[in-house]
């Protein structure tokens, strides 16, 4: 089978939010691996798109150059981080860019490509195009602040070229204007019935079918899938087109797997064209493009479809809102691995946080206490106990079988573990194997063995015999999770070789070594000195962030001078017919009443609204919202759109200087 994981973004450094993509599709490989299966596993940079070209021109590089120093940054990071892919490639490689092309062509030899003549937005001050993420504007659904591709802010929805409201050049910061341009849609509505069949049945988690299924039944739009780029694959026959980003980067999945199965000499053909059995790992924030795009990309380009999408839940930092440019984001390498932190503790606490679908809440304090209370004072302290009294105490491994009772228990366990993992459910499996550390705990104390070692040795050797073989399961069942302290248990058990060698059943065979070496301390507790430095280096971030929110841009008072600014009286108000967020309001201005949508139906009914008086920027350049035109934007403040209103009663169309 087939495994691989979204593929990060090469114009920044991994942080601990893609860090809870990559680390359960690396436990759940090793786990199916240690199954006996035979698992490939493949990822890779993602280098093409508009935010390379941007952060690439402010550092005064090529976007190629960008893309390499990212691509070794995360190839070094998962290293680090003990996440083994068998290949991490780059969309910007030659293997990629001819598979790109061989299957747009298959899809517009298929009859699924088709030609259009779209609105684009244009830049006159910078002179060029501002495809995707070069421009920012109104949303056309749902009124939020949103990018040239997605309404990020507001309701989440795919936008095509052309939809978005108001918009601004990110680069220059001036007004955009539409021009038209000919470009290339992929008959997307054309796979609706496909994927209503194909939804159901896909495997993974249930967060993904569902959003997916949801999408397919409001109804799918053709997607533009050229862009106005000289960094990214051409399309085919076109020189002044590339293909959209979200073409070239999933297909990576597919030239990844070329390029590695070519170095096996294997053909990639039998797991791409074939019964693959290919699971996708990705964020909840990417299901619409691999659960309705991708998989209907596929079927019309003649390719095997994903048999799983595995999609874990957003991650919050301290409860807050997970936010580089607000300092809430923990960087891996920096906040973490250079801190001389474990990578195997933060692979235990990402995977037995929480359910893999839900949002993950990252706390300094939490995960200390998880650390210590759970890998060091259960797993570690039983490890410990029972190695080093069978060192000291008997100097050997008793030459007794195991118990059946304790042979029962690790089947038991191991039943257990297999089930969760092959329905996804990683903090199940652990806590599952963590329940068995506890029975080992309570089974030692129990018997105490110590105390036997005066009157009864022999059954002190059986207690110890039945420990070790506890040792043993735990060590083969906790290495897909903790690989490297797993390894270090593992030789203290007296192997030589590596672990991830061994199967994760032979945790009810015997042990192969009569001797044992002298066991250390596997993990060491975090300390309360070591978390507020942590905990110091976060809070630091979060304040110089709040310092850059709090110096606004300054304008020129002949700039605020050409603000028409009024008081306006709403007369009338009603929803806006499929939207929860937006109103339609009638307003007064004295001389005349005007027509505004505006997206505060989630704070305030039409009843409580209509004879308010509130502030009114009067002209602002009208736009379609939602298919209704607004003339004019009602001003509001806080996240709960507390509207502005004066002090005392004002007549309507008052002007504010």
Not at 234 to 257: E, M
Not at 403 to 428: H, L, M, P, W
Not at 483 to 492: F, S
Not at 540 to 552: F, G
């Amino acid at each position: 089978m087939l495994v691989t994981c979204g593929l990060p973004y090469t114009n920044g450094p991994c942080h601990i939010g893609h860090l809870r993509t990559y680390i359960p599709a690396d436990f759940y490989v090793r786990y199916l691996r240690r199954a006996g299966e035979k698992v490939v596993f493949i990822c890779g940079s993602d280098n093409h798109g508009t935010p390379i070209v941007i952060s690439a021109e402010e550092q005064s590089v090529t976007p190629r150059e960008m893309s390499e120093r990212y691509h070794h940054h995360f190839d070094t990071t998962f290293t680090r981080m003990n996440i083994g892919f068998d290949h991490f490639g780059m969309t910007d490689d030659p293997t990629n860019h001819n598979r790109t092309q061989s299957i747009v062509q298959r899809l517009i030899d298929n009859g699924h490509v088709y030609r259009k003549t779209i609105s684009q937005s244009y830049c006159p001050q910078c002179e060029r195009f501002l495809p995707d993420r070069y421009v920012e504007g109104i949303c056309p659904h749902c009124g939020a602040m949103a990018r040239g591709d997605e309404c990020d802010q507001g309701c989440g929805k795919h936008l095509e070229s052309g939809e978005l409201l108001k918009p601004v050049c990110k680069v220059c910061g001036g007004s955009a204007e539409f021009r038209d341009q000919e470009h290339f849609f992929f008959k997307l509505g054309d796979f609706s019935e496909f994927l209503e069949d194909y939804l159901p049945n896909l495997g993974g988690t249930s967060n993904a079918r569902n959003y997916a299924l949801g999408w397919v039944k409001e109804g799918l739009h053709d997607w533009c899938i050229t862009r106005t780029l000289d960094w990214g694959v051409k399309f085919p026959g076109r020189n002044d087109l590339v293909v959209y980003v979200w073409i070239d980067a999933p297909i990576g999945y597919v030239s990844f797997t070329e390029e590695y199965m070519d170095a096996e000499g294997d053909d990639w053909k039998r797991l791409w064209c074939g019964d693959g059995r290919i699971t996708h790992f990705i964020g909840q924030d990417i299901i619409y493009h691999h659960c309705v795009f991708w998989p209907a990309l596929l079927k019309g380009a003649g390719y095997g479809l994903p048999h799983a999408v595995v999609a874990s839940g957003m991650v919050k930092i301290d409860d807050k809102t997970f936010s580089k440019t607000r300092g809430y984001v923990v960087w891996t390498n920096e906040d973490y691995l250079d801190q001389g932190m474990s990578a195997d503790y933060l692979r235990y606490y990402l995977l037995s946080y929480t359910s893999h679908t839900k949002e993950l809440n990252f706390s300094w304090h939490v995960f200390q206490e998880r650390v210590n209370n759970e890998l060091v004072d259960t797993l570690g302290n039983f490890l410990y106990r029972t190695m080093h009294f069978a060192h000291k105490k008997l100097g050997c491994i008793p030459e007794c079988r195991p118990d059946a009772e304790i042979c029962d228990e690790i089947q038991k366990s191991i039943i257990t573990v297999e089930g969760f993992v092959r329905d996804y459910e990683f903090k199940n499996a652990i806590d599952a194997m963590m329940a068995l550390a506890s029975f080992g705990n309570t089974y030692i104390q129990k018997n105490a063995p110590w105390k036997l070692m005066r009157d009864d040795p022999d059954q002190a050797a059986q207690v110890i015999r039945n420990c070790l073989q506890l040792v043993k399961a735990l060590v083969l069942l906790f290495e897909p999770v903790i690989p490297g302290k797993a390894q270090i248990a593992w030789e203290m058990l007296g192997y030589s070789d590596a672990i991830a060698a061994h199967a994760i059943g032979e945790g009810i065979t015997g042990l192969e070594s009569a001797t044992l070496p002298a066991p250390s301390i596997i993990f060491e507790k975090i300390e309360d000195e070591q978390v507020s430095r942590l905990d110091a280096i976060l809070k630091k971030r979060v304040s110089e962030a709040k310092m850059k929110e709090k110096i606004p841009e300054t304008i020129s008072i002949e700039e605020f001078a050409k603000m028409d600014i009024r008081i306006a009286r709403i007369v009338a108000a009603e929803p806006v017919q499929g939207s929860e967020k937006l109103l339609r309001l009638t307003v007064d201005l004295g001389d005349e009443q005007r027509q505004v949508v505006s997206g505060i139906a989630q704070f305030s009914t039409p009843a409580e609204l209509i004879g308010t008086d509130v502030v009114l920027l009067a002209n602002l350049k009208p736009a379609k919202i939602f298919g209704i035109e607004s003339n004019g934007m009602i001003l509001a403040a806080g996240d709960e759109a507390s509207l502005l209103t004066p002090q005392k009663p004002v007549k309507a169309g008052t002007k504010i200087t």
